[in-house]
């Protein structure tokens, strides 16, 4: 059974920093590629981040690009997002995503396992 389970969520102040970590159990994890979203009231769930499976590919989305890293270690299996320079349009629900077919794609769809998420505040 896939398990994902995110932590280091918060309320933090504009401009700010959090680093997000999501670790994985119940499959092979490192062959899998992995993905950060998000969802803020009222809006859809969408892509932040994801990273191939041996972390040689990265994706951002334009609005986080330059200011969130994400990272995996594979011998921990566990994926992280550092954001920094946190605005208040980044508060929102954060949920780790796994995908155990092969590709890695940035769509919602694409992504089968998904965590509980973890809440991420930025005030002004």
């Known amino acids: 059974q896939v398990h994902l389970m995110e932590s280091g969520g918060g309320s933090v102040q504009t401009g700010g920093s959090l680093r997000l970590s999501c670790a994985a159990s119940g499959y092979a994890y490192s062959r899998n590629c992995m993905a950060w979203f998000r969802q803020a009231p009222g809006k859809e769930r969408e892509v932040v981040a994801r990273?191939?499976?041996?972390?040689?590919?990265?994706y951002y989305a334009d609005s986080v690009k330059g200011r969130f890293t994400i990272s995996r270690d594979n011998a921990k299996n566990t994926v992280y997002l550092q954001m920094n320079v946190l605005k208040p349009e980044d508060t929102a629900m954060y949920y780790c995503a796994a995908r155990i077919a092969g590709g890695c794609p940035v769509a919602v769809s694409g992504f089968v396992y998904w965590g509980q998420g973890t809440q991420v505040t930025v005030s002004s």
């Open positions: 990273i191939t499976d041996l972390g040689t590919g990265t």
